[in-house]
Structures are given as structure tokens and as C-alpha cells.
């Protein structure tokens, strides 16, 4: 069965600091992979999107930026945090992409910027 | 107009009655819908989807989609403190190409 995992669950780093989240997914091959944030009381905002290795598309304009190293590898990062960058990071994996597709989530990380 | 909106609740139940989440949509185009489960610091899971006008049930859980009025329900009966949790809303379909969330409601079931 597939699992996704995700690191760290929570972080508290201060502005200005450099940012690096990681995610990989085992039992799958060559998934779709997004990075969603969720501020408090916001829905689920679509940061990126990887159909595979180096493919990224950017959702939002940010100081944010991703990348996908491997095929089930990938990684978020900033080199300078801001205030607003707070909030819970998810990334996802799904197969299929079209309309029915189906996202699964890992664990989360709790970033809060200082 | 959000393109995705729900009311954020608290949505109270007692244990045992029918929750009846609710979710409208702005993109007629839209054709997959969806229901994530959110339980409060957790990732959300995904617990129903669905395609076509009418009822779709699994277990506890109904989802109702009516597309002329460009809304999608969530029905779970003989609700359970279990199902305490934030539900979200997501559509497919249209215009956009990549799932568009509401903000969730958040259910809470009393004993």
C-alpha cells in the first residue's frame, strides 16, 4: 500500500531564516505530488504541483519555491521566512489526475515564523 | 464570490441524529466533487466523492450533489463523537484543473 510521509510535524524558525520541508511517498510510482498550506480559518491554498521529476508549476507568486529531486521525493523551501509564511504545510499525492483524482495527504508540518 | 463556500459552523448534533453539511460551488462547469474529514492538528482524509446528480451512500455517510443548483451535501447519520472533526469541501472540474477547497465546517457531536 502506499504511504506518504512528511518531516518535520512542527517548526518554529524565525524570520528571515531558510525554510526546507520534506516529502516522500512509498508503494507508488510516478505520482502527481502538491504543497498546500492552511492558514487558520483559510481552506486549503494549492502552492505546488509536480506531474514529475523537475516538473514544478507554481500556484501562488511567493518567496516559496519547491522542487522534485526524485520521483517520489519532494521538497519545499524558502531562503528568507516571512510572518505570513505561518501555517500548516501538507503535501499530497494522487494518481489518475483528471477529474477524478483523489489527493492523499501526509501528517503535516506546523510552521510557525517568529 | 469564494468559489467554494461553506458555512464554518460550529455545526452542533446530539449523538445518534443526522449532520447535514453543506457546500455550494461558483464553477457550473465543475463536475467532481468531494468530502475530507479534518480532525483538529491532522491532515485531512478523504471519506466521499462524487460525480453525478442524486445520492451516493457508504455506511453512515450520503453525498447529495445537485448540479442545477450548484450545491453538494454531506449526510452522516447516527452521528458519533468520533465524528467531531472540520469537513471540507472540494470541487473539481471548469475552469479550475486542480481541487478547490471551501474553508470546512466544523462539526461537533454532543452526548
Known amino acids: 500500500s502506499q504511504t506518504i510521509h512528511q518531516w518535520p510535524a512542527t517548526l518554529v524558525q524565525p524570520v528571515g531564516s531558510p525554510l526546507s520541508l520534506e516529502c516522500t511517498v512509498e508503494?507508488?510510482?510516478?505520482?502527481?505530488l502538491y504543497w498546500y498550506r492552511q492558514a487558520a480559518g483559510r481552506g486549503l491554498q494549492l502552492l505546488f504541483y509536480?506531474?514529475?521529476?523537475?516538473?514544478i508549476s507554481s500556484e501562488v507568486p511567493q518567496n516559496l519555491s519547491a522542487s522534485r529531486p526524485q520521483d517520489r521525493q519532494f521538497i519545499l523551501s524558502s531562503k528568507k521566512l516571512l510572518l505570513s509564511d505561518s501555517g500548516f504545510y501538507l503535501c499530497?499525492?494522487?494518481?489518475?489526475?483528471?477529474?477524478?483524482?483523489?489527493?492523499?495527504f501526509g501528517s503535516g508540518t506546523q510552521l510557525s515564523v517568529l | 464570490q469564494k468559489e467554494v463556500e461553506q458555512n464554518s459552523g460550529p455545526l452542533s448534533v446530539p449523538e445518534g441524529a443526522i449532520a447535514s453539511l453543506n457546500c455550494t460551488y461558483s464553477?457550473?462547469?465543475?463536475?467532481?466533487f468531494f468530502w475530507y474529514r479534518q480532525y483538529s492538528g491532522k491532515s485531512p482524509e478523504l471519506i466521499m466523492f462524487?460525480?453525478?446528480?442524486g445520492d451516493k451512500e457508504d455506511g453512515r455517510f450520503t453525498a447529495q450533489l445537485n448540479k442545477a443548483s450548484q450545491y453538494v451535501s454531506l449526510l452522516i447519520r447516527d452521528s458519533q463523537p468520533s465524528d467531531s472533526a472540520t469537513y471540507l469541501c472540494?470541487?473539481?472540474?471548469?475552469?479550475?484543473?486542480?481541487?478547490?477547497f471551501g474553508t470546512g465546517t466544523r462539526l461537533q457531536v454532543t452526548l
Open positions: 472540494a470541487v473539481l472540474g471548469g475552469t479550475a484543473s486542480k481541487l478547490t
Open positions: 509536480s506531474v514529475g521529476i523537475g516538473q
Open positions: 499530497a499525492w494522487s494518481l489518475y489526475p483528471g477529474l477524478g483524482e483523489k489527493l492523499f
Open positions: 464553477d457550473r462547469g465543475s463536475q467532481s
Open positions: 462524487i460525480y453525478s446528480n
Open positions: 508503494g507508488t510510482s510516478n505520482p502527481n
